[in-house]
C-alpha cells in the first residue's frame, strides 16, 4: 500500500480515468431522476425513456458536448472524492483495528464499513460545490429540459454565478444529502470489494491480478448501487434546485414519495447502474495498478523516515 499521500493521489487518478468512461451514463441518470419531478405519474413527460434513449437523444440533440457537460468539475470532484475515500479507508481501519483489536490484519465487519463511510462522508463534504455544478451543467438541455435550467458557460462560470446570487451556503447547498449518499455507497463499496476479493479467493482460488479486481469490482458495483440509489435521487434534486422547494433532505424525500410514488426515489436507477458498474470496476481495478504504481515512485524517491510521516 501507497503512503497515505500516494493513496490519495493514486485513488483521485483512478477515478479520473473511470469518470470519462461512466460520465455519459451519469448525465442520463440525472435527468432521468428529474424528470417529472414532483408531478403525478399520469402527468409527467417523458422526455427521456431509458438509458439508451437517453444517451441516444442527447447526442442527437445535442451532440458529445452535451452528453459530457461537466466534465470538467466531475474531474475535480472524483479527485477529492475518491483521493479521501481510498486514500483515508485503509488507515483509518488500520488504526481503528489496531486500537480495538491491537492486529491491524484483523478483518472486522463494523470496522470496514465506518472507515468506508467516514473517508468517503468526508470526501463528500470537501467536493459539494463540484458536485452541485456538475449537477446543474449536466441538467441543463435547450432542446429537452427537464428540472430547474441553469445557463451556465462552464464549471468556473457556474461556481462564480452561485457563490454571487446564493453566497457560500448555495455552493454548499444539499451537502447533507450528499454526505448520505456517499456514506451509504462508500460503507459498503471497499468492504464490499474486499469480502468478495477474499471469498473469490478462498473458493474459487483466484490469484491476486486483473481478473480477480474485476470480479471483486462487479459485486462492489451492484451492491453499491442498490444502497446508494435513494439518497442519489434526492441529491440530484436538491442540487438542481434554485429556490425552497425543498426544505432539506427528508422534506425531498417525503414530498417525492407522496406525489410520485415510492418507486420514484429509484428513477433512472439502470443508468445509475450503467454508470456505476463499469466506474466502480475502474476505479478500484485502476486503484489497485495506480496505488502499485505510487508505491514503486515512493521507493525510489522518499526515504523511510518521510514516507512513516505521509
Known sequence: MATTLG????????????????????????????????????????????????????????????????????????MILNGCRLGFYEPLRQTLTTAFFKDSKVQSLGINVFS????????????????????????????????????????????????????????????????????????????????????????????EGLPLHLASSTCSGFVVCVFMHPPDTVMSRMYNQTGDKYKGVFDCLYKTIRTEGVLAIYKGFFAHLARILPHTILTLTLAEQTNKLMRRFEDRVLPDSIKDKI
Open 116 to 207: 468506508g463511510a467516514a473517508s468517503g462522508i468526508f470526501g463528500a463534504a470537501a467536493g459539494s460545490p463540484f458536485f452541485l455544478v456538475k449537477t446543474r451543467l449536466q441538467s441543463y438541455s435547450p432542446f429537452l429540459p427537464v428540472g430547474t435550467q441553469h445557463g451556465y458557460k462552464g464549471a468556473v462560470d457556474g461556481l462564480l454565478k452561485i457563490n454571487r446570487t446564493e453566497g457560500v451556503r448555495g455552493l454548499y447547498r444539499g451537502v447533507g444529502a450528499a454526505m448520505i449518499r456517499t456514506g451509504f455507497g462508500s460503507s459498503v463499496q471497499l468492504p464490499t470489494y474486499f469480502f468478495a476479493k477474499r471469498r473469490l479467493v478462498k473458493h474459487l482460488g483466484m490469484q
Open 7 to 78: 493513496a490519495f493521489v493514486a485513488g483521485g487518478i483512478a477515478a479520473c480515468g473511470a469518470v470519462t468512461v461512466s460520465h455519459p451514463f451519469e448525465t442520463v441518470k440525472i435527468r432521468l431522476q428529474l424528470q417529472g419531478e414532483l408531478q403525478k405519474k399520469s402527468q409527467a413527460p417523458r422526455l427521456y425513456k431509458g438509458v439508451g434513449h437517453g444517451v441516444k437523444v442527447i447526442v442527437q440533440n445535442e451532440g458529445l458536448r452535451g452528453i459530457f457537460r461537466g466534465i470538467g468539475a466531475a474531474y475535480v470532484y472524483q
